[in-house]
Each structure stands twice: as structure tokens, then as C-alpha cells.
């Protein structure tokens, strides 16, 4: 038989039941909204343009995609490991693993860019047909997000540099991870419904 | 055999990754039907679940925010299957 131990307590447990603060939340289930309007507005122009909608995703880079994908996921696992570093009191850690999760986030904005240029290329842009208005309205507002919050990684890390954050007291540290798996999330709700479903 | 926290956050990363390349594998399939639909719902589904559960610890939190982190996770995968199923009634019942 498994049996799963975990090594650490939670941050559940360790902050009554709620990971991060009330402020992070609100930030989050706004994002989360937003992101749930766009996906709304993708279903009803999907029902009204089935063709369209059909066509939309077989000229769009799939390799560029999943690699975005990957990219992510692997990011949001690095932040994982960032905050588990911190609470083993293992500072040096946690920044090295946060900056793999810029790095990430780096990388997924060049191939992003390259992926935008390639579309051009071949003659897709915003006013194509409303599959792509809406592929360019959603993937940019996403873009924008993994913009911002590579940055606030960025300025977590100079936090940690300076000694602000202990094991006990990292509550900006578990923040920003709990954003940039928001961040992570509407990117893998994304990926099926603009690059594989038709 | 005890899994670490450590070793369980890599394991589902990997399965992470699995289901991302079966996704853009079935993306590449010529005529895809109901079926690679359903799958490509549970896919989203799964992942979203992970993630909420298991990266960002809701699995034992506050019951309120952990229900509507994972609401969204049934209830995405099930709009995809429905658009796919009854096309053409939503869109009658949507027409301004």
C-alpha cells in the first residue's frame, strides 16, 4: 500500500485553513472571472461560427503551444519547489528555483512573440475572422499576465535577497506562488480550447 | 513505500507533462469526434484538479475557496463538451 507523507505542513495548515491572505484571493478569483468571461465569449462565437471555429485551430502553431504548455507547467512546478525550499529554511534555494520559474516565464513570451510572427506569416491577424480576434484578445490578455508576473517573481526574489522572508514569515513568497498558479491555470483552459478542439 | 512531498509534487509535474503531449497529440488527429472531445475535457478536468489540489494546497483549505477553485475545473470541461453536443440549440437560445 502507498502511503503519501508529506515532509512539511501545508500552507493550509500553517495559515488557518487559507493559503496566502484574503488580498491575494480577491486578486485571484477576479483574475479567475475574467478569464471565465473571456471563455464564455469563446463558446458563444464557437456555437455561432462552428466552421470558423473549426478551421481556426489547425493554422495555429501546436508545436508553439504545447511548448508554452510545458513551459508553464514546469514553471509552476519550480515556484512549487521555491516555496517547499522555504520552509526547510533553505533561502539560497528558493531563489534559484524562482529564478527557473523566470526563466520560464522569459521563455514563454519569446515563443510567444515568434509564435505571433509566425501567424502573421502566414496571413493571420486580429481581423482574420473572430476566431483569431477572439485567439489574439485571450492569448494576449494572457501574455500580459505572464509579463507582470514574471516581475512581481522578480521582485519576491530581491524580498528574499534582502532577509525579509524567514521559514516562519513568507506570506509574499506564498502570494506569488498562489498567482502565478492562477496565471498557469488559464493558460492549460486555453491550450485545449484555441490549439487542439474543433 | 512513503512518497515525500517532494517526490509527489515531481510525479504529478511528469503526469503534467504526459497529458500536455497526449493534448497535442490529439490535436494532429485529422477528423476528431466526440470522443477526443470527452478525453480532451477530462484532460483539462485532471489538470486543473492537480494544480488546485495539489501546487497551490487547496486540497485540505478553507472549504468556500477550495469548492470554487474546483468548480471551475467541472465546469469548463463541461461547457466543451455540451457546445460540442448541442451546437445549434445553445445558439438559438444566445441570439440577441
Redesign the interface.
Known amino acids: 500500500m ?7 505542513p ?4 500553517r495559515s488557518a ?3 496566502g491572505n484574503m488580498a491575494i ?1 480577491a486578486a485571484i ?1 477576479s483574475e ?1 472571472s475574467e478569464f ?1 468571461i473571456m ?1 464564455i465569449v469563446y ?2 462565437a ?3 461560427n ?1 466552421e470558423i471555429f473549426k478551421e481556426g ?1 489547425t493554422k495555429l502553431s ?1 508545436l508553439a ?2 511548448s508554452n ?2 513551459i508553464m ?2 514553471s ?2 519550480f ?3 521555491a516555496v ?1 525550499a522555504m520552509r526547510e529554511n533553505s533561502p539560497e534555494k528558493s531563489v534559484r528555483w524562482l529564478w527557473g520559474a523566470v526563466l520560464c516565464g522569459v521563455l514563454y513570451l519569446i515563443i510567444k512573440y515568434f509564435e505571433y510572427e509566425w501567424n502573421t506569416s502566414q496571413g493571420i491577424s486580429t481581423e482574420t475572422n473572430i476566431f483569431y480576434a477572439v485567439y489574439y484578445y485571450v492569448t494576449f490578455n494572457h501574455f500580459l499576465h505572464v509579463g507582470w508576473g514574471s516581475a512581481a517573481i522578480i521582485w519576491v526574489i530581491y524580498r528574499l535577497n534582502t532577509g525579509i522572508y524567514t521559514q516562519e514569515e513568507h506570506e509574499g513568497l506564498i502570494n506569488i506562488a ?1 498567482y502565478w ?1 492562477m496565471i ?2 488559464a493558460w ?2 486555453i ?3 484555441l ?4 | 513505500m512513503k512518497i515525500t512531498h517532494i517526490k509527489l509534487i515531481e510525479i504529478l509535474w511528469l503526469l503534467l507533462i504526459a497529458l500536455t503531449l497526449f493534448s497535442a497529440y490529439v490535436a494532429e488527429i485529422p477528423n476528431p469526434g466526440l470522443d477526443s472531445v470527452v478525453i480532451m475535457a477530462l484532460v483539462l478536468a485532471i489538470k486543473g484538479r492537480i494544480i488546485v489540489d495539489y501546487f497551490m494546497e487547496l486540497k485540505d483549505s478553507h472549504i468556500v475557496l477550495r469548492t470554487l477553485m474546483q468548480v471551475y475545473f467541472y465546469v469548463i470541461p463541461a461547457l466543451i463538451i455540451l457546445v460540442y453536443l448541442f451546437p445549434e440549440e445553445i445558439a438559438a437560445w444566445t441570439v440577441l
Open positions: 502507498t502511503t503519501i507523507v508529506l515532509a512539511s501545508t500552507l493550509a495548515t485553513k487559507i493559503p484571493w478569483l479567475m471565465a471563455f463558446f458563444l464557437k456555437v455561432h462552428p485551430p501546436t503551444g504545447t504548455t510545458i507547467l514546469t509552476s512546478f515556484v512549487v519547489r517547499i498562489l498558479h498557469d491555470l492549460i483552459t491550450f485545449p480550447l490549439y487542439v478542439i474543433r
